[in-house]
């Protein structure tokens, strides 16, 4: 039972550790990336939207 209680206060203390050294981005930095990540997004929905509908209509014309 011990040892159990050591190896989480061990875990819990290595993660505090690591995240020490985590280098967090400022303000600007977490907006562009935020801006990154929403504009890829919108990319991907729009590129799938074209082709799920341009193989719809392909499949009308067969049917």
Same mark, same amino acid.
């Given at each position: 039972?011990?040892?159990?209680? $050591?190896?989480?206060?061990?875990?819990?203390?290595?993660?505090?550790?690591?995240? $020490? $050294?985590?280098?967090?981005? #400022?303000? $600007?930095?977490?907006? #562009?990336?935020?801006?990154?990540?929403?504009?890829? +997004?919108?990319?991907?929905? +729009?590129?799938f939207?074209?082709?799920?509908?341009?193989?719809?209509?392909? +499949?009308?014309?067969?049917?």
């Amino acid at each position: 039972m011990k040892r159990s209680f $050591k190896s989480v206060f061990s875990f819990f203390s290595e993660s505090w550790a690591e995240l $020490k $050294k985590v280098r967090w981005p #400022n303000r $600007k930095e977490l907006t #562009n990336y935020t801006l990154i990540v929403l504009g890829t +997004i919108a990319f991907v929905t +729009i590129y799938f939207w074209v082709l799920d509908i341009g193989i719809s209509a392909v +499949i009308e014309r067969i049917i």
